[in-house]
């Protein structure tokens, strides 16, 4: 099991900045990546950005050059620092961790989704 809590959002006007915190606790070791979803009223969750343990890194395309996610393995925290921020980008924000675990079948894996909380994100224009 893997607990996620997120921190950062809140109101900001168009063109300013926030940073998104996220925490892990509990089967941390299992954690093959991690990323930012958002989902807007009416509207269907999707991924903002993820990062793997090797740090590789992926962005939505209405983000890119805005966002940056990052982690510190060291306090098992992944961030999303988002500039430049747009009206559109209001939406609740959700911490994701994707874990890789033994299956109970020799050679087998098993993948599970963690969610945190979400964290609201408004930008007034």
């Known amino acids: 099991q893997v607990q996620l809590v997120e921190s950062g959002g809140g109101l900001v006007q168009a063109g300013g900045s926030l940073r998104l915190s996220c925490a892990a606790s509990?089967?941390?070791?299992?954690?093959?990546?991690m990323g930012w979803y958002r989902q807007a009223p009416g509207k269907q969750r999707e991924l903002v950005a993820a990062?793997?343990?090797?740090?590789?890194?992926n962005y939505a395309d209405s983000v890119k050059g805005r966002f940056t996610i990052s982690r510190d393995n060291a306090k098992n925290t992944v961030y999303l620092q988002m500039n430049s921020l747009k009206p559109e980008d209001t939406a609740v924000y959700y911490c994701n961790a994707k874990t890789v675990t033994e299956g109970v079948v020799a050679g087998t894996v098993v993948t599970d989704d963690y969610w945190g909380q979400g964290t609201q994100v408004t930008v007034s224009s």
């Open positions: 509990g089967s941390i070791f299992s954690i093959n990546a």
């Open positions: 990062i793997t343990s090797g740090r590789s890194t």
